[in-house]
Structures are given as C-alpha cells and as structure tokens.
C-alpha cells in the first residue's frame, strides 16, 4: 500500500522525477570522469579535451575565484588517486565542478516548481548540495586512506635503501620497486622530478601538496635537510618511523571511537524510521495526514531531516580529518 502511494505521489510530481534522474546522471558523469578512457569504452564522447564547449567550461571557471578554488583542490586530490597528468586532472576537475554546479542549478530552479510543503524545499536543496559533495569527498578519502596506511612502508623501504646508498635520489629510485601500488607512481614522479638543486625543492614540495599528509611533511623536511647539510640523516628518519608507528596506534584508537559514534547516530535514525513506518501502520492515514499534513507533523519530520542531516555530515567531516 505505501509502495502505490509513493507511485501515485511521484506521477503527480514529475520535477522529482526530474531531479532523480538528473542526480544519477551526476553522479555517473563524476565516476567516469575519474576513471580512464581505456577502461570504459565510450564511441561518442560528449566532453572531450579539446572540445570547444569543455574549453568554454574551463574559461568561465577561470573566471570565478571560488570555482577556481574548487577545481584546483580536485586537480590536487585527482592527482594523487588517477596517476594522470596535472592537465588531464585540471580536465576533469573542470568537469566535476561543472556537474555539480549543474546538478545545483537544476536542484534550485526543479525545487521551485515541487508541490510540497514550503519547509521542507531548504531541506531539498541542502541535500543537493551535501549528497553529490559527500560522495565526492568519500569516494577522494577512501582513494586516500590507502595511501595513508602505506606510508610508513615507504619510510621503512627508503631507510634501508638510504644506508647503503647515502644518496636521496638513488634510494627513492631504488626504493620505487619494493614500494606498494599506492605509492609507487608518485615516487617514481617524484624522482623524475628531481634533476638538480632548483628542480630537487620543488619536486619535494609538489610531492608534499600532492599527498597532503603531515608525516610526509615531515619525512620532506628531512629530505631537505639532509640535502643541503649534507649530513646523514638516519637517525632522523628512525626517529620519524618510530613516531609515525605511535601516531598509528592513536589513529586506530580514534577509528574505534569514531566507529562507536557512528553506531549510535545510525542507531538514533533506524529508530527514527521504524517509529515512522511503525506509526503509519498503527494509525494508518491518521498518521499520515498528521505527518504531512500538518504543520506539527512537518515540523517532526523536517527535524528528523535536520538531525541526519547534520550527524551525517559531521560523522564525514571528522573521519576526514
């Protein structure tokens, strides 16, 4: 029964047809923007480089500085997750920020024309908003988290390939074959990067942007240090191995925090949900018309919304930090 009655409201509200189709074609545009051409066979490709609509895109986000802004931190994290090419990257950052501000632009403009209560259109759009850019942030984290977990290995490989060879270079070079996948390009970029002493700073800073981590911070620190003292810088680097183990364990200790507040949240929502179904059960369209009908009825909904919403978002935020 409330399967046809979802029917029958979405028959008489074609804009959330609309939008629903609209999403998915977003959020399927974003994937494939991030995976290769080799990988998804596409005959016609409606964005391509070279194109000039895709160029008129690029032009008008160079125009507007917080767009700007935006492209440039996706070109960043694209960087480190697709192994392509900064101008590849600073392509498809271009297209991302394009499909989510038009997936924003046609969420506002549908959102209008939608026969539900006037409450309830914020909540619509905030969820435009945060939807596509939660999935974004968590698709780039959990691209990421593998890189994270990695980098004490790549500290542990170059220590030992440092000792015998005192020479930075020759160690990241040596240390490219023994590193995990993860990691192994940027280095293998990193050491491209590095022909002489100009060159040599700023191929280590790039490589420090690019993984965005505080422990490779550090282990960058060091790198150049040792470069321009020339002095061995061994005990520097077990020190930081020994540091980033510790800050490992601190780590895993705030994952099992986080674990339990997300059980809780998720907890407090199923509960949310089931009491709703459970009272429509009971009563029937009493309920119903209570829910939707009324403002008191809107206004428990609409907090119920408001209190996902929220946790939801900080639940994210704090596992991305």
């Not at 271009?94 to 024309?113: P, Q």
């Not at 070079?173 to 990067?193: A, F, M, Q, T």
């Amino acid at each position: 029964m409330q399967f046809i009655e979802i029917i029958n409201y979405m028959e008489g509200n074609i804009p959330v047809l609309i939008l629903l189709a609209f999403a998915l074609i977003t959020l399927l545009s974003i994937v494939l923007s991030m995976i290769s051409p080799k990988r998804v066979k596409v005959k016609k490709r409606i964005m391509q480089q070279n194109s000039k609509f895709s160029q008129k895109i690029v032009n008008v986000i160079n125009k507007v500085s917080i767009l700007t802004k935006l492209r440039d931190f996706v070109r960043i994290q694209l960087g480190l997750i697709t192994s392509k090419s900064d101008v590849k990257n600073e392509y498809y950052a271009s297209m991302m920020v394009f499909y989510l501000g038009s997936f924003f632009i046609t969420s506002f403009i549908v959102t209008l024309f939608l026969s539900i209560p006037l409450m309830f259109k914020p909540l619509i759009l905030i969820l435009c908003i945060l939807v596509p850019h939660l999935f974004m942030v968590m698709y780039i984290k959990g691209k990421r988290k593998k890189i994270y977990n990695d980098f004490p290995e790549l500290v542990s490989v170059f220590i030992s390939k440092y000792v015998s060879t005192q020479n930075t270079k020759e160690a990241l070079r040596k240390s490219i074959p023994d590193l995990p996948y993860s990691l192994r390009y940027e280095v293998k970029r990193l050491v491209n990067s590095m022909n002489h002493a100009e060159s040599y700073f700023k191929a280590l800073d790039e490589f420090d942007t690019r993984v965005n981590y505080v422990m490779c911070t550090a282990f960058v620190a060091l790198l150049k240090a040792g470069y321009k003292t020339n002095n061995d810088i061994i005990q520097s680097l077990l020190d930081l191995e020994g540091y980033i183990s510790q800050e490992r364990l601190e780590s895993q200790r705030k994952v099992e925090e986080l674990k339990d507040k997300k059980a809780n949240i998720y907890f407090l929502i199923a509960c949310m949900v089931v009491t709703y179904f459970g009272m429509v059960n009971r009563l029937g369209d009493k309920a119903t018309n209570f829910y939707w009908h009324t403002i008191q009825g809107q206004a428990v909904v609409a907090g119920c919304i408001i209190f996902s919403i929220v946790s939801i978002t900080m639940i994210v935020v704090e596992d991305t930090l």
